[in-house]
């Protein structure tokens, strides 16, 4: 289904209703409920949400990759570059123990049944266990733009975590300078030569007696930040054995990233793109 910009003020169920041919009142609320539909990139899953002159309503795809029988939930989609929520337990681009099951991969596969022509490019990373926001680029000019600028484009990347332990229902700011070893291993130097600086911005949410719900925006985009961070301070993120988990009740790591905001190099543009935080991540607070 094509875009829809919005002419008046409306509900968004009588909006659809009255603008979407073929569609029932029951077709519309299984696509809210599926999270399929979004106001300006971000998802939208309640009927009564109010429209506005100028916004613009869009449908999410969800392909089916066959071969590796994996869903492609499709965030966002142009002629230069397309947004996925990457699944938690995926790697964003092969490594030397795996070529084939990747998010890179995946999307490939979904473009060229469209075009056998088409290409695509890596823009930035998510960790293996980390689910989330992720861009892939369509041509080599777009990566270029978006990469050789990212840091200036980015206006927040924020992530949503449940931590071992019950940290205080606070606000605060990391920072530290991260080095990698030689066996993947990232942790805090005060060697400033040899690390990069890290800065995680952290604000509990919910907390009980076992676990914290935590949301972080980032100024930097190093390795395993969050990960390091976290588990540097005594509290670990769910499921991270790599950092000093013990628990792991989600049977994944409980790190998502789920929103980028970024000023489009080629249109100029200031996009969100944005999924919601994983019910799983909530449910340990009820």
């Known amino acids: 289904m094509k875009d829809i910009v919005i002419k008046e003020e409306a509900k968004l169920l009588e909006y659809l209703l009255s603008n979407v041919e073929g569609k029932s009142k029951n077709n519309i609320k299984t696509l809210l409920k599926n999270k399929s539909i979004l106001v300006n990139n971000v998802?939208?899953?309640k009927h009564d949400h109010i429209l506005k002159k100028g916004d613009v309503v869009s449908f999410r795809k969800i392909v089916k990759n066959n071969e590796l029988k994996q869903d492609i939930d499709i965030i966002y989609e142009d002629i230069n570059i397309i947004v996925i929520n990457k699944p938690a337990s995926l790697l964003s681009i092969a490594n030397e123990k795996e070529k084939d099951k990747t998010a890179y991969i995946l999307v490939s596969d979904y473009l060229?049944?469209?075009?056998k022509n088409a290409k695509i490019f890596v823009v930035h990373r998510l960790d293996k266990d980390t689910s989330g926001v992720l861009m892939f680029?369509?041509?080599?000019?777009?990566k270029e733009l978006f990469q050789d600028s990212w840091n200036d484009l980015v206006e927040l990347r924020e992530y949503y975590a449940v931590i071992e332990g019950k940290m205080p229902l606070e606000s605060k700011t990391i920072s530290s300078y991260l080095v990698e070893e030689k066996n993947m291993?990232?942790?805090s130097t005060k060697n400033k030569t040899i690390g990069k600086l890290a800065i995680t911005n952290y604000k509990v949410i919910k907390n009980n007696i076992s676990f914290s719900l935590v949301k972080f925006e980032i100024d930097s985009g190093r390795k395993n930040q969050i990960r390091v961070h976290m588990s540097e301070m005594g509290f670990p993120i769910l499921g991270d054995?790599?950092?000093?988990s013990t628990k792991n009740p989600l049977k994944r790591m409980a790190l998502h990233a789920n929103k980028l905001i970024i000023k489009n190099p080629i249109t100029n543009k200031v996009m969100t793109f944005e999924t919601e935080v994983p019910k799983e991540f909530r449910k340990m607070f009820k």
């Open 43 to 45: 998802t939208i899953t």
């Open 112 to 115: 060229k049944k469209k075009n």
């Open 137 to 142: 680029a369509k041509d080599e000019r777009t």
């Open 185 to 187: 291993f990232v942790h």
């Open 241 to 244: 054995k790599k950092y000093g």
